[in-house]
């Protein structure tokens, strides 16, 4: 029996399996994934766990849509005060029915 067909069968082996193992390692699963501290790294979860099983994560994510929300509510009562100013200026105050007369 020659070594020859047992080594072309290994070659063979080694060459089909690698590109499998290149291939899994290039994907990254939940339990690799970083936990988040901040509200834009846990809008990353292609980075950054995003399973709400971790408390840390949980409360981050309560905490970042609170946040949200102020924001957006302070931003739409910055938009009213804006209109509600830029209409109080184009009132136009209604003209006096007072005549003057100037004698001499």
């Known amino acids: 029996m020659t070594i020859r067909p047992l080594l072309i069968a290994a070659a063979f082996l080694a060459f089909t399996s690698a590109p499998a193992f290149a291939?899994?390692?290039g994907h990254e699963s939940d339990e690799e994934k970083l936990l988040p501290n901040t509200c834009a790294e846990l809008a990353n979860p292609q980075r950054y766990s995003n399973d709400m099983s971790y408390p840390q994560v949980k409360a981050l994510k309560l905490h970042c849509d609170q946040s949200a929300a102020k924001a957006k509510a302070a931003a739409k009562a910055?938009?009213?005060?804006?209109?509600?100013?830029?209409?109080?200026?184009?009132v136009q105050p209604a003209a006096s029915s007072h005549t003057h007369t100037h004698t001499h």
């Open 23 to 25: 291939h899994i390692e």
């Open 78 to 90: 910055k938009a009213d005060a804006k209109a509600k100013a830029k209409a109080n200026a184009t």
